[in-house]
């Protein structure tokens, strides 16, 4: 988080919510567009998060959806 805040980037908005069950993370990342997604997976810090994230043991394995906006209060992009 700290390197993302760093490089403000303006295409990219990250967080990450640790859900009721206390122990399952919930990551939700809006990009606006293949680059900012290709800046995101570059950054040293996502490839050794995503390794250490895999060799940690997970109960379960992580599930990706991909979504698509249809209204919101907040412009994005």
């Known amino acids: 988080m700290k390197e993302l805040k760093e490089l403000n980037h ?45 060799a940690s043991g997970l109960e379960t394995e992580p599930q990706l959806d991909l979504l698509s906006l249809v209204a919101s209060t907040e412009v994005f992009f």
């Open 10 to 54: 303006p295409s990219i908005k990250y967080g990450a919510w640790l859900l009721a069950d206390g122990k399952t993370f919930m990551h939700f990342d809006q990009l606006e567009n293949e680059e900012a997604h290709e800046v995101l997976t570059s950054m040293e810090s996502f490839k050794k998060f995503d390794a250490e994230l895999l």
